[in-house]
């Protein structure tokens, strides 16, 4: 992939060493983190055990590879940026960039506390993406996907749903997942996700044509929707899969949307809402 030297986002906030959490009593930041967690990120709760994990149990990060991941974040999001605004002018209306604020195991957030062990997420409420870059190496390690590019699809579906919010999908959703019982929940909870991916194939779709992505990138972006596939997490974390239990999606499906908006460059081939 190619990132190293080219032009870098400056809706970034760096928190980063001098974040932590506020915590007592780790009772209560469980449930906060609970709570927080079912803000679409990339949960990685099922492996790491979210609610009792401490920041003390992050995977550490080399500070060279650490340099190497904001940079790359920030061409990443400087992307996002470029592909959203063509689209937001194109139907006569003007894209506001989310901010990624990148911090170290533990931030507040406008939407709770939040911890590295949850993975990257997007707070509606501050129209924030956070993003501890220490999570390239969770992925690495316990997904078995890493590579830039596996990284950049990661921001691209986090950005994904701060194109949700702005396009006022993703308040609508909340509303009716609000009026319905769990399982329907997480249903409208799956294609808000696999928007997302679609969103961020459509992040690649440019990539692709701007030659950032290059030969392999697709594959490894392509595997990192594959590892976070709710039945693949959930076959890792307990040796079984709940498929009324999906948030996500499946590797199968991750795979499939993140491909439609790679493929077709086109948010009209986005709507999970109307596919079965
Ligand atoms: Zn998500």
Redesign the pocket.
Known sequence: MRWQGRRQSTNVEDRRGKSRIGGKSTGILGIIIVLVGAY???DLSGITGAPTVSPAQQTPIDSQLEAQLNELSRVVLADTETVWGNYFAQHGSQYTPATLTLYTAGTQTACGTGQAAMGP??CPADRKVYLDLSFYEDMRQKLGASGDAAFAYVIA??V??HVQNLLGILPQVHQAQREVNQTQANALSVK??LQ?DCFAGIWAHYAVNQNILETGDIEEAVRAAEAVGDDHLQQQAQGYVVPDSFT?GSSEQRMTWFRRGLNSGDVNQCNTFAAN
């Open positions: 679409y990120g990339v997420f997007y579906h986090e994904g749903h808000l996700e997302a996500h």
